[in-house]
């Protein structure tokens, strides 16, 4: 969810001047659309969005891949490609993705959490990322227990070398914000500072998929609080970003992040599911796709989507200063920065 603001930060006024569009007939492209590539991943993250592990069942080929959405890139005025997953580097396929992607001079970023960036450390260099967000979820021994694999610290340390190495112009060292590791956050500033990360940003944990099953992990009220007060005091030394999941700060954004927040979702940008399913966002909820890349093209689902997010006739959807996918699920963490949001509060005395 995160590196999607981070690339279309720069825009985040776009979503109320494209209400005006809306009402006129006129959709702009978007900045940034996500794939989901594959549900396929080799670690069992008790904070993963989804249920990341085996391949799903008519996940999109390799042809479906270029021509149902690198292709409708093209069409969309060539928004940043951004690849995740499961493990995206998993997909035996993707450097073929990538090279067309590069062929088609379409931009792509990814979300990996690291250990098999070795492998594809010479389509890194060829076709370097704009973006590459590597997951790090504490100190060594915290982030290999979380992740359950001895040595996935030291990989995602190689791995942010790695892809630096190789010319992406911006490293980020993605942390998701847990109950177990919000008090541990201190200790991995030595490590980030050490890095070839160019930035930190902070996630937070949404309880989608896995997570679902796991709410006890998600961070007190007096945590989050705790945290952002920490981001906050981090900026004078590091480039530290507190992700989309938070929502806005108001008028104190730019002690938090780089630009002002806006939600994107289905305004900005979008996410297309192993499926082929487009979705607002990272969300599970397939209530909420808005059409099959495999039944219709992108640029059309685009066009023509989203309606909800793009009006102001919906209180959730529409509200451009919260985090949709959390809001919906009741976990607003804008009291974090001072807000009195009661269904965060209340949830304290249940988590």
Known sequence: MGILHRLFGGSVFRASEDRWLQRLGWVRPPEAVQWISSSVCDLHCPHCYSHAGRKGKNELTTHEAKHRIIDELVRLDRPTFVIAGGEALL????????SYAAERRVPWAIHTHGGHVPKWSSVFADHPPVMAAISLDGPRELHDRFRGRAGSFDRAIDAMRIVKEAGCPEVVAGTTITRQNADHLIDLVPTIMDSAADSWGFHLMTPEGRASEHRELLATPAQL?????LARRLRSILHVELDNEWGSAGDDDCFYRDAP??????????????????????TTDLDESQGNVRGERLSDIWARGFDAFR?????????????????????SCRSAFGYSVPSLVESEAVL
């Open 91 to 98: 997909r035996p396929d993707f450097g073929e993705i990538v």
């Open 225 to 229: 609080r705790r945290v952002a007060s």
């Open 261 to 282: 927040f806006s939600c994107g979702a289905g305004r900005i940008s979008c996410v297309v599911s192993a499926t082929g399913e487009v979705m607002p966002c990272t």
């Open 311 to 331: 009006k102001e006739s919906d209180a959730i959807e529409a509200d451009c200063d919260d985090c949709w996918l959390n809001t919906r699920h009741g976990h």
